[in-house]
């Protein structure tokens, strides 16, 4: 087989940060982040599509193994789309909580007080599936192989979180379980497979969350200096 061939290389367009500017904005981002908080009740206020455009397009500039972008990311506001994939979902969620899921699993979700029923898939005014793809399809219709596509997808899925949270909405992220289902019902090919899906709009005005505190740097570190 023959090497494609190579991009281009171009200068890289880099500005460099004073010091105490650099400083400043660690700080400042970390804080910001630091108030992300999972949302699992939403209002129904509608939410620009060019938000979820933004969002859209800054996952897609995540790195990713060989440059392949194996991701694609569905939106969805249609409201019939929105309660079928609800009554899909909550099927699947409710076997998985009545039988499927071992003992040891419920216990370790019980302080967050999830449950089978998952209103936010028609509360949210919008709902974004990021599905990976496995493989990639060459012109002729033959296999590409695609690489570390579980990072790269996870690591677009952050930073599309980053820029829900950025834009003052909130998210959260939801893996129904198993969610083949979401090929058939949103009609994506074979090379596709779900990966995650996120409810995006305003939380419900009265939503209360876990009150969790995170690992300090301390816990989450080791340094070599
Ligand atoms: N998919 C289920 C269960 C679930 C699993 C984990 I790990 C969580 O952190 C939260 C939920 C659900 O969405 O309820």
Known sequence: ??????????????????????????????????KRRSVRFFSDASVPRVCIEQAIQTAGTAPSGAHRQPWKFVAISNASLKHQLRMAVEAEERR??????????????????TNWEKPFLEQAPW?????????????????????????SCGIACGLFIAAIHNMGLATLTHTPSPMGFLSTLLRRPANERPFMLFPVGYPSLDVNVPDFTRKPLSELSIWYE
Not at 4 to 33: G, S
Not at 130 to 147: L, R, S
Request: glycine fraction near 6%; charge should be negative; include cysteine.
């Open 1 to 34: 087989m023959e090497n494609p061939p190579a991009y281009p290389h171009v200068p890289l367009a880099f500005e460099r940060l004073p010091e105490a500017e650099m400083t400043r904005r660690a700080l400042d981002f970390f804080q910001w982040m630091n």
């Open 96 to 113: 998985s909580y009545e039988s499927r899921m071992p003992q040891e699993w419920l216990k370790a979700l019980a302080p967050i007080g």
């Open 127 to 151: 709902l974004v599936v990021c599905f990976e793809e496995i493989h990639g399809v060459t012109p002729d219709g033959g296999k590409q192989k695609n690489y570390y596509v579980q990072e």
